[in-house]
């Protein structure tokens, strides 16, 4: 009996045993099934799209920027194919271990790399570390692609100027977009790495050269190399530009300015077309076009010749006297003066106790409108502007287009100053002091403008007084239609002249190099107006010109226009601290409108790219013109 109860109580407790069991196992069972069905049915698209995502990556294909022409159909800028790499950083399980390995084998700077790897972005797109890979860096990456997870290389096209340096300050260059352009609306659909305009042409109409990124889904290995193209949606090029100047032209303006800092623009005086927009110095947009390293870009902005520095829309200086310009036409429609009006020149102009000298210590003598522009008489402007006022010369400076931007299809212009009442206490806290009138009337003092708006300036008085505004850009093609869109010559005023007046000046402008202080521009080719100028740096200076140090000596302004008959072209050239405008600058507006002349004759087929015309047989006396012609 004992024995059978012993049985009987073992036998029920491996009976609750496997009660407890079961139970056990319907639990297991049961929590089993709930996290099946929590991942299958309640987060399965969450774990199917990251299961796909493990072995499919997109991928930006870059597009391919417009391609940038002259007038004449001349290639300015194109593309060429390039190597660039990328980095996924879903692959990478050791960023420091990859940041030493790609800076061992291509020499990178290991803190750039950092930065691209942890700039702001989506973690699903691949990083660009760099572009313009040599195929010597392409090999050796391509070599150790399985030491190197998420590591590609691309072939994209890259940004390529043909002509160099040549048109570098119209063309401007481009870069990969900034982490602060990026919080900009403008560029809100771009992403790390995109290629943007960062300079002239190429930043002022970015958004038609630049195109549209595709995007590709990619087929990758364990390591996050690329197997096969899934699905590809393909990028879409950017539009093409025709530009208005002639490189041909632009080739010979950068020629004559040589190793001197300064600006040369010529202008279709009809249109407003440019033709010609040269700065010196220049820099080559292909060099800054690549990634440039902190102590290669220091060294460019740090240069002293600021060659980032369009000196044609963005260098403002004294205008001297082609200042005189304006300041007749002022005279004349304000009745200041009369055509005949004789103002004596003994060679300087006493107001108060100071004797403001003329640029011809003898003086003059009596003088009217015409001989005071023909010979730049500056008593007789000190006289004029001192009986106009302030207020009315910079009501007319307005008018000719000072102090305001030309409106041109470039970033970054500046405008100059048109100094009045208001003005000064706006900038300096002080009030006008009348003396300063005397200095305004020959282009000195405060007044400062762009040699643009120089042209533009002269190009108005050749037109007729119809200014235009500066136009770069004479089409676009459509690169999705193959549609070639013209854009119009844009008036932007007509001046406010008795129609007498600007025939009386453009006459005067003709005498200036025919007998005056411009006849080193006369030319046996072309009838040429113009007007020369000499911006004082400095107060007063003793001895030669050749004794003074090149950082003081004055800028050299000329402006003019030709054929006298009927314009077809305006110039201003200025050259900084190249002495007299009348032995300087016109000799180069002379050269730059013979061959404008020639290349636009029916045989100017036979001129080649970028050949200067030689001075002349033309005569005339030589003219000894002081600072300020």
């Given at each position: 009996?004992?024995?059978?109860?012993?049985?009987?109580?073992?036998l029920?407790e491996l009976?609750?045993r496997l009660?407890?069991?079961?139970v056990?196992?319907?639990?297991?069972?049961?929590?089993l099934g709930?996290r099946?069905w929590h991942?299958?049915?309640?987060?399965g698209?969450?774990y199917?799209?990251?299961?796909?995502?493990?072995?499919t990556?997109?991928v930006i294909?870059?597009p391919?920027?417009?391609?940038i022409y002259?007038?004449?159909?001349v290639?300015?800028?194109n593309?060429?194919?390039?190597?660039?790499?990328y980095?996924?950083l879903?692959?990478?399980?050791?960023?420091d271990l990859?940041?030493?390995?790609?800076t061992n084998l291509?020499?990178?700077?290991p803190?750039?790399?950092?930065?691209?790897?942890?700039?702001?972005?989506?973690k699903q797109l691949?990083?660009?570390?760099?572009?313009?890979?040599?195929l010597?860096e392409?090999?050796?990456?391509e070599s150790?692609?399985?030491?190197l997870?998420g590591?590609?290389?691309?072939?994209?096209?890259?940004r390529?100027?043909p002509?160099?340096?040549?048109?570098?300050?119209?063309l401007g260059?481009?870069?990969?977009v900034s982490?602060e352009q990026?919080e900009k609306?403008?560029?809100?659909?771009?992403?790390q790495g995109?290629?943007?305009?960062?300079?002239g042409?190429?930043k002022?109409?970015d958004?038609?050269?630049?195109?549209q990124?595709?995007?590709k889904?990619?087929?990758?290995?364990?390591v996050?190399?690329?197997?096969?193209?899934m699905v590809v949606?393909?990028?879409?090029?950017?539009?093409?530009?025709?530009?208005?100047?002639?490189?041909r032209l632009?080739?010979v303006a950068?020629?004559l300015?040589?190793?001197?800092s300064g600006?040369?623009?010529?202008?279709?005086p009809?249109?407003g077309?440019?033709?010609?927009?040269?700065s010196?110095?220049?820099?080559?947009?292909?060099?800054?076009?690549?990634?440039?390293t902190?102590?290669?870009?220091?060294?460019?902005?740090q240069d002293e010749?600021?060659?980032?520095?369009?000196?044609?829309s963005?260098?403002?200086?004294?205008?001297g006297s082609?200042?005189k310009?304006?300041m007749?036409?002022?005279?004349l429609?304000?009745?200041?003066?009369?055509?005949?009006?004789s103002?004596?020149?003994n060679g300087?102009?006493?107001?108060?106790?100071?004797?403001?000298?003329?640029?011809k210590?003898?003086?003059?003598?009596p003088?009217d409108?015409?001989?005071?522009?023909v010979?730049?008489?500056d008593?007789?402007f000190?006289t004029?502007?001192?009986?106009?006022?302030?207020?009315?010369?910079?009501?007319?400076?307005?008018?000719?287009?000072l102090g305001?931007?030309t409106g041109?299809?470039?970033?970054?212009e500046?405008?100059g100053?048109?100094?009045?009442e208001a003005?000064?206490r706006?900038?300096?806290n002080?009030p006008w002091?009348?003396g300063?009138t005397i200095s305004a009337s020959?282009?000195?003092?405060?007044v400062?403008?762009?040699?643009?708006?120089?042209?533009?300036?002269i190009?108005?008085?050749?037109?007729d007084?119809?200014m235009?505004r500066p136009r770069?850009?004479?089409a676009?093609?459509?690169?999705?239609t193959?549609e070639?869109q013209?854009?119009?010559?844009?008036?932007?005023?007509?001046?406010?002249?008795?129609?007498e007046?600007?025939?009386?000046?453009?006459?005067a402008?003709?005498?200036?190099?025919?007998?005056?202080?411009?006849?080193?521009a006369?030319s046996a080719?072309?009838t040429?107006?113009?007007?020369?100028g000499?911006?004082?740096?400095t107060?007063l200076?003793?001895g030669p010109?050749?004794d003074i140090?090149k950082?003081?000596r004055?800028?050299?302004?000329?402006?003019a226009?030709?054929?006298?008959e009927a314009p077809?072209?305006?110039?201003a050239v200025?050259?900084?601290?190249?002495?007299?405008?009348?032995?300087?600058?016109?000799?180069?507006?002379k050269?730059?409108?013979e061959?404008?002349?020639?290349?636009?004759?029916?045989?100017s087929?036979?001129?080649?790219d970028?050949a200067?015309?030689?001075?002349?047989?033309?005569?005339?006396r030589?003219q000894?013109?002081?600072?300020?012609?």
């Open positions: 009996m004992a024995t059978a109860g012993l049985y009987d109580s073992e029920g009976q609750r009660v407890i069991l079961r056990g196992l319907l639990l297991v069972v049961a929590l709930l099946l991942l299958q049915i309640r987060e698209s969450y199917r799209d990251l299961s796909e995502n493990n072995r990556r997109s294909m870059e391919a920027r417009g391609l002259d007038r004449k159909g290639l300015l800028a593309n060429v194919p390039s190597f660039t790499l980095v996924s879903e692959d990478v399980k050791d960023r990859l940041i030493d390995q790609l291509l020499g990178l700077d803190v750039l790399v950092k930065e691209k790897l942890t700039a702001r972005g989506s691949p990083r660009k570390v760099k572009d313009r890979l040599t010597r392409a090999t050796l990456i150790h692609r399985l030491d997870p590591v590609m290389v691309q072939v994209e096209s890259q390529n100027y002509g160099g340096v040549t048109a570098s300050h119209l260059y481009v870069g990969e982490p990026l609306p403008e560029f809100a659909d771009l992403h995109s290629i943007v305009g960062q300079y042409v190429e002022f109409f958004r038609l050269v630049r195109g990124a595709g995007q889904s990619i087929e990758v290995d364990a996050g190399h690329e197997k096969r193209a949606e393909q990028p879409h090029a950017g539009d093409n530009l025709y530009l208005t100047i002639d490189v632009q080739k950068e020629k300015l040589g190793e001197e600006a040369i623009v010529a202008l279709d009809r249109t077309d440019v033709l010609a927009m040269a010196r110095p220049g820099f080559d947009p292909n060099v800054l076009s690549r990634e440039l902190p102590k290669q870009w220091a060294g460019i902005v010749g600021r060659p980032l520095n369009n000196r044609a963005q260098g403002q200086y004294p205008p082609v200042f310009v304006m007749a036409a002022a005279a429609e304000t009745k200041t003066v009369t055509p005949s009006t103002i004596y020149c300087g102009y006493q107001f108060g106790r100071r004797l403001y000298h003329d640029w210590a003898g003086g003059h003598g003088v409108l015409r001989h005071a522009l010979q730049s008489c008593v007789y000190y004029v502007g001192q009986r106009m006022g302030i207020e009315t010369m910079a009501s007319f400076a307005h008018q000719f287009g305001e931007e041109i299809e470039l970033p970054s500046r405008v100053i048109v100094p009045s003005w000064k706006k900038a300096k002080e002091l009348p300063e020959i282009g000195q003092g405060y400062n403008v762009t040699p643009l708006q120089m042209a533009s300036l190009g108005t008085v050749a037109n007084g119809v235009f770069l850009v004479q676009v093609m459509d690169r999705a193959g070639l013209q854009r119009p010559a844009v008036p932007k005023r007509t001046l406010k002249l008795r129609p007046i600007l025939p009386l000046i453009k006459e402008l003709a005498g200036v190099v025919k007998e005056g202080t411009g006849t080193r006369q080719l072309v040429i107006a113009g007007k020369t000499t911006a004082q740096m107060a200076r003793t010109e050749k140090p950082k003081f004055d800028h050299a302004w000329f402006v226009f030709a054929p006298v077809t072209i305006a110039v200025l050259g900084e601290h190249m002495g007299h405008g009348g032995s300087a600058s016109a000799p180069l507006a050269e730059l409108i061959t404008y002349v020639r290349l636009n004759l029916p045989a087929s036979d001129v080649t970028g200067v015309v030689r001075e002349g047989e033309a005569g005339g030589e000894d013109d002081r600072p300020g012609d």
